[in-house]
């Protein structure tokens, strides 16, 4: 059989297989139905497949998004993060130096505190900060604590030397709970008879007390001296000299640097002395001093 006479009876035959099949719908109409609704279902399916594939990129699209907007917020928040740590470092550091400050300047009790909060107030209702607004307060508090950190380190630097001329002065006694015994200046002999010149002041002492040094300095001399017993001399470097004589030992020696108030000796009753005392002179450049102008009411009675 030829393709040419195939094609021929298939002619002649789609007419009658038409009439067949619709004769065979009209007959069963549930079926056709069943038929068209599978079709609405399949393409209805296909649509509401691309529908939500389109729907779930979009959610990654703004998932997306949304976490690199976070991300960028979170470095803002870091770099605030940081920025207040400096200024918590900065003001730490003003509260040490400001009590540091009442310390040296010995302001009273209560006078500074660098504890107590500060007061604050206000009844203007709160809005929402900008972001570049809390920064650029951030910095604003940042340039005064700078500010105020350099004029107190000048004005701690000026109270520090200060303390240094204060404490290079003599400006105690060398004996805790002391008297004066003998003054300076002219007196009677104690040991031949006649008059003499005393260049110093004695204080009431037992043997053994500390002496201690009346100023900050460096020991110049730690030895015997005709007359003196042992001897402890110290240099406060602005040509002041202080020495304590008759002394049971020394507990220093040459070249060390003593701090106001530190054990240089013990008392006792060594050299030209009647019993143990601590015998106290201040020199200026070469000369003798009256110890009593530098002291004050310090040794005038028991303390």
Same mark, same amino acid.
């Given at each position: 059989? =030829?393709?040419?006479?195939?094609?021929?009876?298939?002619?002649?035959? %789609?007419?009658?297989?038409?009439?067949?099949?619709?004769?065979?719908?009209?007959? /069963?109409?549930?079926?056709?139905?069943?038929?068209?609704?599978?079709?609405?279902?399949?393409?209805?399916?296909?649509?509401?497949?691309?529908? =939500?594939?389109? !729907?779930?990129?979009?959610?990654?699209?703004?998932?997306?998004?949304?976490?690199?907007?976070?991300?960028?917020?979170?470095?803002?928040?870091?770099?605030?993060?940081?920025? !207040?740590?400096? $200024?918590?470092?900065?003001?730490?550091?003003?509260?040490?130096?400001?009590?540091?400050?009442?310390?040296?300047? /010995?302001?009273?009790?209560?006078?500074?505190?660098?504890?107590?909060?500060?007061?604050?107030?206000?009844?203007?209702?709160?809005?929402?900060?900008?972001?570049?607004?809390?920064?650029?307060? %951030?910095?604003?508090?940042?340039?005064?604590?700078?500010?105020?950190?350099?004029? %107190?380190?000048?004005?701690?630097? $000026?109270?520090?030397?200060?303390?240094?001329?204060?404490?290079?002065?003599?400006?105690?006694?060398?004996?805790?709970?002391?008297?004066?015994?003998?003054?300076?200046?002219?007196?009677?002999?104690?040991? &031949?008879?006649?008059?003499?010149?005393? /260049?110093?002041?004695?204080?009431?002492?037992?043997?053994?007390?500390?002496?201690?040094?009346?100023?900050?300095?460096?020991?110049?001399?730690?030895?015997?001296?005709?007359?003196? &017993?042992?001897?402890?001399?110290?240099?406060?470097?602005?040509?002041?000299?202080?020495?304590?004589?008759?002394?049971? *030992?020394?507990?220093?020696?040459?070249?060390?640097?003593?701090?106001?108030?530190?054990?240089?000796? /013990?008392?006792?009753?060594?050299?030209?002395?009647?019993?143990?005392?601590?015998?106290?002179?201040?020199?200026?450049?070469? *000369?003798?001093?009256?110890?009593?102008?530098?002291?004050?009411?310090?040794?005038?009675?028991?303390?």
């Amino acid at each position: 059989m =030829t393709l040419h006479s195939i094609y021929s009876q298939a002619q002649t035959k %789609l007419p009658e297989l038409g009439r067949r099949l619709h004769q065979h719908l009209a007959r /069963k109409p549930v079926s056709a139905a069943i038929v068209f609704i599978g079709c609405g279902l399949v393409i209805g399916g296909a649509l509401n497949a691309a529908g =939500t594939a389109r !729907l779930q990129a979009e959610v990654a699209q703004q998932g997306t998004a949304l976490e690199s907007t976070r991300r960028e917020a979170q470095r803002e928040v870091n770099a605030l993060a940081a920025r !207040l740590g400096e $200024l918590q470092a900065q003001a730490n550091r003003l509260n040490a130096l400001g009590d540091r400050l009442t310390r040296i300047a /010995k302001l009273g009790d209560g006078e500074f505190n660098f504890d107590k909060p500060v007061g604050v107030g206000g009844a203007e209702a709160s809005q929402d900060m900008p972001a570049r607004q809390l920064v650029d307060g %951030l910095d604003d508090v940042g340039a005064q604590f700078a500010s105020a950190g350099r004029q %107190l380190s000048v004005l701690e630097a $000026l109270l520090f030397d200060q303390e240094l001329e204060r404490n290079a002065m003599p400006s105690r006694s060398p004996v805790a709970s002391s008297y004066i015994t003998s003054g300076y200046g002219g007196r009677a002999d104690p040991f &031949g008879g006649g008059s003499q010149f005393h /260049k110093g002041i004695d204080f009431d002492a037992n043997t053994g007390d500390p002496v201690m040094t009346v100023a900050d300095g460096v020991v110049s001399y730690s030895g015997v001296r005709s007359g003196y &017993g042992n001897v402890v001399e110290v240099d406060h470097g602005n040509g002041f000299v202080t020495r304590y004589a008759h002394n049971s *030992r020394n507990t220093v020696q040459v070249g060390d640097l003593v701090r106001v108030g530190q054990e240089i000796a /013990k008392a006792g009753s060594t050299g030209r002395s009647t019993g143990a005392h601590v015998h106290f002179e201040v020199w200026e450049n070469g *000369r003798v001093h009256n110890p009593r102008k530098f002291l004050g009411d310090i040794g005038a009675k028991r303390q």
